[in-house]
């Protein structure tokens, strides 16, 4: 088995075709299960953003993996492959450890060095975790591309290059409207990407904050932590009367704020809004209104294109390629494990066998005698196992450490059969006991 990862994003497609890919829970539940439903996938977690959706998964073949899942993502996207091929982008093997290693980072994000995608990740992984599609190679793998991200805001300087959209956006609203010290800000929505709008609003020391959304109690609670008013969404349009700025992050199919509400709305001069939903909560045809002007995570994404982060990205990927040799070289010593077993069982086999010979040839001897005996034998064979186990670990690790494995196999004769039958115990053995560990919540 191997990873395949194939995802639509802002860097292949443009907002109209990540809109209609855009899946919520349920959608996102359903295309695991859908790549799940065949013969070429055992695992699946699958990273549903507002700029990507992506599949992970560990699959027999390449081939008959990549086939699978791209129907299986045009099926429960509703976009027809014809459409959807020109916007995907595949990696294989190595390169979707590497890929997945840079979207941990935040690399690959449109806001180059955010954090959020770690929170995004995390929650992927725990739901294909609660339903039963991420295993021991995933929840492994998703692990490790938490722990690199982690290192990456930690020890390096990408935090420093992680303007975030809600900059941007209070970046433009500055340019467009004025100081944001005299800003009423509108926020439509009460969920995370919300909350951090309203925060970093809050820290940017605004004139004054309201937080829309359809449960009253949820607004309340946003807006109780950031200083702010409540409102409910049915107040709307005297809302939207009432503020410069409006950013909405909603998880509503259909428009939220449509053309109408805002025209009839007794709007300042000039108001700015911002969407930062996928699909979008703003009515496009809303930004033809005098006075209205409009940002979404297009336009936003462009404004952060042309931004130079220099030597904080450079470290950011030298850490990464670091990380995916390492990883690589973890998973070539781990693929050894059940080869070195079946030798060393074979070895025991031998031994056990020749000293049965031994004590039905010599039935006489001495117990004390046969036991030296039966020790000085498994001293020998452990020093004779021991130089080529120990050095066909370190061979492993080099780009081409997996023939080393074959040629061990192939050398001392052993059944390949034999080494699945140990593989399949050592998995079971390290799941059971916790071995590849759990990324701290």
């Known amino acids: 088995m191997s990873l395949l990862v194939i995802g639509v994003s802002h860097r292949s497609a443009p907002l109209a075709v990540l809109e209609r890919v855009a899946l919520d829970a349920e959608g996102v539940r359903a295309l695991s299960a859908a790549v799940l439903g065949g013969e070429h996938a055992g695992e ?45 982008y595949v990696h ?11 979207v941990a980072c935040g690399l690959d994000s449109m806001a180059v060095g955010e954090s959020q995608v770690l929170g995004q990740l995390r929650s992927a992984l725990r739901s294909a975790q609660d339903f039963g599609q991420a295993g021991r190679v995933l929840d492994h793998l998703v692990q490790q591309a938490l722990r690199v991200g982690k290192r990456a ?19 433009r609203a500055e340019r467009e409207l004025g100081p944001v010290g005299s800003l009423r800000v509108l926020v439509v929505g009460a969920g995370s990407m919300s909350a951090l709008a309203a925060t970093a609003i809050h820290r940017a020391g605004v004139a004054s904050l309201t937080v829309a959304n359809r ?17 409910a969404l049915s107040e709307l349009p005297e809302a939207l009367g009432r503020a410069d700025l409006v950013i909405s992050c909603t998880g509503a199919v259909g428009y939220v704020i449509d053309a109408e509400t805002v025209a009839a709305a007794s709007r300042p001069a000039r108001q700015l809004y911002v969407d930062l939903a996928l699909p979008r ?38 850490l990464v390629d670091q990380e995916v040799s390492d990883y690589l070289v973890g998973r070539r010593v781990q693929a050894l494990a059940p080869t070195v077993a079946a030798l060393r069982a074979r070895a025991e086999e031998v031994v056990s066998t020749e000293l049965g010979r031994l004590s039905q040839r010599l039935p006489d001897v001495d ?28 061979l492993v690790g080099r780009a081409d450490g997996g023939s080393y494995e074959v040629a061990l196999r192939e050398l001392f004769d052993l059944d390949p059969q034999g080494v699945a039958a140990v593989s399949d115990v050592s998995a079971t053995s390290a799941t059971a006991s916790g071995e590849l560990g759990q990324e701290s919540r």
């Not at 294989?92 to 590497?98: F, I, T």
């Not at 805001?153 to 956006?169: K, M, N, Q, Y």
């Open 215 to 231: 449960t009253s109690e949820h607004a309340e609670r946003l807006a109780g932590a950031v200083g702010g008013t409540a409102v």
């Open 367 to 394: 117990e004390a005698v046969r036991t030296e005996v039966q020790r000085t034998v498994h001293r020998v064979v452990e020093k004779l196992l021991y130089a080529p186990t120990v050095r066909v670990k370190e």
């Open 153 to 171: 805001h930690a020890e390096t300087g990408i935090d420093r290059a992680g303007a975030s959209l809600i900059d941007a956006a209070l970046r």
């Open 92 to 102: 294989y093997a190595d390169r979707a450890v590497a890929h997945l290693f840079a």
């Open 44 to 88: 699946a977690v699958v990273l549903a953003t507002c700029n990507r959706v992506e599949v992970y998964a560990d699959v027999a073949t390449f081939h008959g993996g990549l086939a699978h899942v791209s129907d299986a993502l045009a099926a429960i996207t509703g976009v027809p492959l014809g459409e959807l091929k020109d916007h995907l």
């Open 281 to 318: 909560d703003l009515d496009p045809a809303a930004a033809q209104l005098p006075g209205v002007l409009l940002a979404d995570l297009e336009a936003l994404g462009a404004d952060l294109a042309g931004e130079q982060f220099g030597e904080d990205l450079d470290q950011v990927r030298a």
